[in-house]
């Protein structure tokens, strides 16, 4: 019996994420951390079927994770880093784009001493200001021509809307003077970027995550199932905590805790007066510090008995509905780039 799901209209998801390829210019798939929700490897595999020359992860530790179901270009988006040993030897990996942000790891880059120079990306420094170079250690950079493999210029720009295309041009015109290579930019939208390879004459890679993976949500739906249920009577006390319950109900046990990302979904916490009045109202509880659920039971989200567990989460359900059966499955809201389900199933 599994717990936590992740549902897939895999037909639809698979139409949506050709569309989004197709709109261009050129879609890098971005797949790291939790592979929102989906998990690395299966992003890989759905990056092989997509047909796309390079694919980015996160970190150097998330390349054997998609090493094997994606046979093309694998860019590590987190900066390289000489006291990273994973760093450094993955940098060897001829299918392996590192990104290099300063000018200080190029030379122990260059040393490597892999049959073939590092194929890297410079990294230049946005109004983000996390990672990159200035336009000085840039044009130092651009000046490495053998001793690595240029693969291009890398931006990754905030998200904000206002001024985000005057800065992509500003940079990739810089870039472009420093030396004609390949612009990988994030959070442009396809017109954005598709104008810009024009506007440069350059080829653009655009990365996306979000809204390539979870970009429509209607062909996706998250359920926790159903363990356990239980009556509890008033005055009763129950959970890690036992608490008292203000009255009659049904203690519904589901799966999905803090292990699955949970208790990360930040619940709402019933803080206000009004809040907690409703708390009382609908659990029956009292409800001094409680928070909504993301389970939705018989039509509706549902207060947490206490916080989340590990693997599970107690909600609390009033005495005069009928209760949801052992074993089925209940909606649940869950935030995908944090969240970590027990199963992906394809319908
Ligand atoms: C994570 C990441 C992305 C993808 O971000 P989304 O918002 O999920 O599309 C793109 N570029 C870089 C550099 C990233 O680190």
């Known amino acids: 019996m599994s717990g936590l799901s992740l549902h897939i209209k895999t037909e639809s998801w698979r139409a949506h994420l050709r569309r989004t390829v197709e709109r261009g210019p050129h879609v890098v798939p971005v797949a790291k951390g939790n592979g929102y929700g989906f998990g690395l490897e299966r992003l890989a595999a759905e990056a092989e079927l997509l047909g796309v020359p390079a694919l ?29 040993s994973r760093a450094v030897e993955v940098a060897r990996d001829p299918r392996v784009i590192s990104t290099v942000s300063r000018l200080v790891d190029l030379e122990p880059l260059a040393n490597l001493g892999g049959d073939h120079p590092p194929r890297v990306v410079f990294e230049l420094l946005t109004s983000m200001k996390r990672h990159g170079m200035d336009a000085e250690d840039a044009r130092s950079a651009a000046g490495w021509e053998d001793a690595v493999t ?22 990739g015109r810089l870039a472009q003077e420093l030396r004609p290579g390949p612009i990988w930019i994030s959070h442009l939208s396809a017109e954005e970027a598709n104008h810009l390879a024009q506007e440069l004459g350059v080829e653009v890679r655009l990365r996306l995550g979000t809204s390539l993976w979870l970009g429509d949500p209607s062909s996706l739906r998250t359920t926790a199932r159903v363990v356990d249920l239980h009556r509890v009577a008033r005055g ?29 979904v930040a619940p709402s916490a019933a803080t206000t007066m009004r809040s907690r009045a409703i708390a009382l109202a609908e659990g029956g509880l009292e409800a001094s510090g409680r ?13 947490f008995l206490e916080p989340p567990h590990m693997q599970s989460s107690l909600v609390l359900l009033p005495g005069d509905l009928t209760p949801p059966e052992v074993g089925e499955e209940v909606p649940v809201e869950l935030r995908l780039t944090t969240a970590t389900v027990d199963d992906v199933i394809d319908e």
Do not use: C, N
Not at 291 to 303: M, N, Q, Y
């Open 236 to 264: 009763e006390r129950v959970g890690y905590r036992q608490r008292r319950v203000a009255r009659d109900g049904w203690l519904v046990v589901l799966a999905g805790g803090t292990a699955h990302g949970v208790g990360l």
């Open 56 to 84: 980015a992860v996160g970190l150097a530790s998330e390349v054997a994770q998609v090493r094997e179901a994606f046979s093309g270009d694998l860019v590590i988006l987190t900066p390289w880093r000489g006291e990273s």
């Open 150 to 171: 240029f693969e291009g210029w890398t931006i990754h720009l905030p998200l904000l809307d206002e001024g985000r295309m005057a800065e992509a041009r500003r940079l």
């Open 291 to 303: 928070a909504l659920s993301p389970f939705t039971l018989v039509g509706e989200k549902r207060w």
